[in-house]
């Protein structure tokens, strides 16, 4: 394994499949600017930059970054921002000037999250306007919390930054033209996708498809990997060994997204930072929605494949596959492909129909179903990088042929049942009744329609919401679809897409 830290090329090839780069960096690298504060990146104390080819450089939580997926990126960390010279970066030298560092704890990742955004983006944000800049600069920190709560002066630091252009562009240069090349790998070709092994573990990088399901032949006992927000959970949260991971991170076929005039294909390691790009128009309720799916940190290495795989009962991006019809295209071993429509996927609580030796490769989406009217609604409480409560997708359309005299209703949600699901009944009722009359509701038939989603699911409580407060959550959010749906088709405009409960 071949990477570079600092400026520094780094070899490595004894380490264990499951060690993060931030055990990496502060064990074997003595660089303790990098904090853990969560060990599972909800707080931000952890993030660096990671520059993979020629995508630049992204701010990620190193906490739950698998160290084997770093073979062939260049990574930065505090320590290393400004090693160039005796001048300190212009982020840096901001939280000096607005007093934005306090404690000092959490400062190393938020000053490498802004730099994180000046390098996304300094240009085009420095002729924004200010709004625009303050907008940026929140989004860049979002995944970061200060304990001592002064996020005044933080934000300041950020919107500082963006006065000093010409220093933000050295840096930048300095650090896209200056970084070493990761040499050509020498490994054998046999043995090129073993990236670490110490003996007793080992991780894989295929560069194919075709190498990923020769690897899923020989090592069945292996589990797959692509951002590893939710996976690495397992190791930092659950203090559980991975012995034998495969990385699909560079395997181009699947993370790649492909626009057609019927379909959209969306490749299952594409990232959200990815899909906010290349779904901005076709779906800028979607693309809201990621705004709060998680932090920029989680958003640059989670990946839509993942959090459909994971069958977590209240992931935020199946309610709005299951609204739109989406299917699944499964491979396997064998190198056979096979179809499947997301609503038949999952079966009971973490189960899915994934057999041994298969994988997700790609979901499929509907152009058709996309230019249909979509509300979705996320429930947590707190607004940005937070899991959902209860999350609500919720999709209808005009019946021209009167098959459907209410329009053609989809409803789904997560944090209501074991898996995300489908409300099936309740989209029957909506769709053979005419609910909505010249803009006007007949709460009638939604009480309805309340009543037998409340027959659909039976939620449980926990730390984040009762079942009677999700039960009524999900009811309420149905009438808020209808509602909307309603006034958007008598004319009226409806600004808010995306509401939260505190």
């Known amino acids: 394994m071949q990477f570079v830290v600092n400026n520094k090329r780094v070899e490595l090839d004894d380490a264990a499949a499951d060690m993060t780069l931030l ?135 950020g919107l500082s930054a963006f006065k000093k252009p010409a220093q933000v562009a050295s840096f930048v240069q300095k650090w896209e033209q200056d970084a070493p090349l990761v040499g050509k790998n020498d490994e054998p070709a046999s043995s090129r996708s073993r990236i670490l092994s110490d003996g007793a573990t080992t991780y894989w990088q295929p560069q194919s498809e075709a190498e990923l399901q020769q690897l899923l032949a020989e090592q069945p006992q292996a589990r797959l990997v692509a951002g590893g927000t939710d996976l690495m959970l397992d190791v930092t949260q659950q203090y559980k060994s991975l012995p034998h991971l495969i990385d699909l991170n560079r395997i181009a076929s699947l993370s790649e997204i492909k626009i057609t005039a019927d379909y959209v294909c969306i490749g299952a390691a594409t990232t959200y ?31 839509m494949g993942g959090n459909i795989c994971n069958a977590s009962p209240i992931a935020d991006t199946p309610p709005y596959l299951l609204a739109l019809d989406a299917e699944l295209e499964i491979g396997n071993s064998h190198g056979d492909y096979r179809r499947e429509r997301l609503v038949d996927f999952y079966r009971d609580y973490k189960k899915t129909t994934l057999a041994a030796g298969e994988y997700l490769a790609r979901i499929y989406i509907a152009r058709a179903q996309l230019a249909k009217p979509l509300k979705l609604f996320k429930i947590s409480k707190r607004y940005e990088d937070d899991i959902s409560a209860v999350m609500g997708a919720f999709c209808w359309s005009c019946d021209a042929t009167n098959q459907f005299p209410g329009g053609q209703f989809k409803v789904a949600f997560s944090g209501m049942a074991g898996i995300p699901k489908r409300a099936q009944a309740t989209e029957q009722f909506l769709s053979s009744q005419q609910w909505c009359v010249a803009g006007v509701v007949n709460e009638t038939i939604l009480a309805q329609a309340c009543d037998l989603l409340c027959g659909e699911f039976a939620p449980m409580s926990d730390v984040r919401a009762s079942a009677a407060y999700r039960m009524e959550m999900a009811c309420n959010l149905l009438k808020k679809s209808c509602y909307e749906f309603a006034a958007e088709a008598s004319g009226a405009v409806v600004e808010e897409r995306l509401f939260h409960h505190a």
Do not use: W
Request: glycine share 12%; with cysteine.
């Open 273 to 303: 930072s990815q899909l906010e790009k290349s779904l901005r128009d076709l779906s800028p309720e979607f693309t809201a929605l990621l705004a709060r799916l998680g932090s920029r940190q989680i958003r640059n290495r989670g990946t």
């Open 23 to 157: 055990q990496y960096l502060r064990n074997q690298q003595n660089l303790v600017g990098t904090k853990e504060g969560c060990a599972s990146g909800d707080c931000g104390a952890c993030t660096v930059l990671v520059a993979s080819g020629d995508a630049g450089y992204k701010a990620v939580n190193a906490c739950i970054y698998p160290l084997g997926s770093l073979h062939g990126c260049s990574v930065i960390t505090v320590e290393g921002l400004a090693d160039r010279g005796a001048e300190m970066h212009p982020v840096q030298a901001a939280m000096v000037e607005c007093h934005g560092s306090q404690c000092g704890f959490c400062t190393p990742g938020i000053v490498m999250s802004l730099a994180g955004l000046q390098f996304a983006a300094a240009d085009e944000l420095a002729a924004a306007g200010v709004d625009a800049q303050r907008a940026a600069v929140i989004d860049a920190i979002s995944g970061n919390l200060c304990r001592c709560t002064g996020y005044r002066p933080i934000v300041e630091a």
